[in-house]
């Protein structure tokens, strides 16, 4: 059954105000904030209505009602009116975002803290799941005599630098022909693809201090490809949430905090997302804490 016009303004009107205040909405405060020019009586039967579609749903205490899951699926997709990034917020997105480019995890954290900046609430943002991301070079760097400096960098942009420790002495040419031949090696192909391949197998094998130095390298280096399988997941602005209405109960705020506490089942939930924008509303989430 299709809503009238009228009972889409109320429907519109009992989810923006109980969003602001988390409070029933009732028939009286509807007519006088709306100006739908007909009677409280009228505004209560047609919510009656609304209420016996599924739409709201009241409260036992209360004779106000409050949006139903439905009710606000039916205004996330039709009613919803579009919010507009002004100059300032488009600047800050801008100059944040240009100033980390070259890092990639740098821009992703970024991103999230722009978004609970701009929105007042909590948010989050995770890096890619990278098993298909592909290798673009790999780069040994010199730190002192026991110790240098494994850089891989992944066509993304993803930039990983991870501290390997050695027991055998090197040159700088020896890193340099190392670092030569795992790019030829490993460039373009996936982690994945890498992690399942044999390792460099006798590098410059006529030259004893080459396989050394190769056997010193590649373990660390294949643990770092396996971190880098691992997501980023960054979280800013928990605390926003307690200025909510709804969380102002603490066994709410309780709940939502300690679902962001089980960040290895949070990931999980998001990474088997589909693409896209997706609003998810009440039941639709994937655990009652959401």
């Given at each position: ?51 016996e579609m599924g739409y709201l749903t009241h409260p036992h205490t209360s004779a106000g009602r409050i949006p139903s899951d439905k009710g606000y699926r039916l205004y ?213 804490s959401m």
């Amino acid at each position: 059954m299709e809503l009238s016009e009228r009972q889409l303004q109320i429907l519109q009107a009992v989810v923006d105000d109980y969003v602001q205040n988390a409070e029933p909405v009732g028939s009286r405060s509807i007519s006088k904030k709306c100006g739908l020019g007909v009677s409280p009586a009228t505004i209560r039967n047609e919510m009656a209505d609304l209420e016996e579609m599924g739409y709201l749903t009241h409260p036992h205490t209360s004779a106000g009602r409050i949006p139903s899951d439905k009710g606000y699926r039916l205004y996330v997709n039709e009613l919803m009116k579009k919010k507009s990034l002004s100059a300032k917020e488009k600047r800050a997105i801008s100059d944040r975002l240009s100033a980390s480019r070259d890092e990639f995890d740098a821009t992703i954290k970024h991103a999230a803290e722009l978004l609970s900046e701009i929105t007042h609430l909590a948010s989050f943002a995770m890096t890619p799941a990278s098993n298909q991301d592909t290798l673009n070079f790999v780069k040994l760097l010199p730190v002192d005599e026991r110790t240098i400096i494994l850089m891989i960098v992944a066509n993304s942009g993803s930039i990983t630098n991870t501290t390997v420790r050695i027991n055998t002495p090197y040159d700088l040419d020896s890193l340099e022909l190392l670092s030569k031949t795992m790019t030829v090696n490993y460039k373009d192909r996936t982690i994945d693809e890498v992690l399942k391949e044999a390792l460099i197998e006798d590098v410059g094998s006529d030259i004893e201090a080459m396989t050394l130095l190769n056997g010193n390298v590649m373990p660390g280096f294949m643990r770092t490809l396996e971190d880098m399988l691992n997501v980023n997941l960054y979280m800013e602005g928990l605390t926003n949430i307690f200025n909510i209405p709804e969380y102002s109960s603490i066994d709410k705020a309780k709940a939502f905090l300690e679902l962001f506490n089980r960040k290895e089942e949070f990931t999980r939930n998001m990474l088997s997302r589909g693409d896209g924008v997706i609003v998810t509303i009440g039941e639709e989430n994937m655990t009652d804490s959401m």
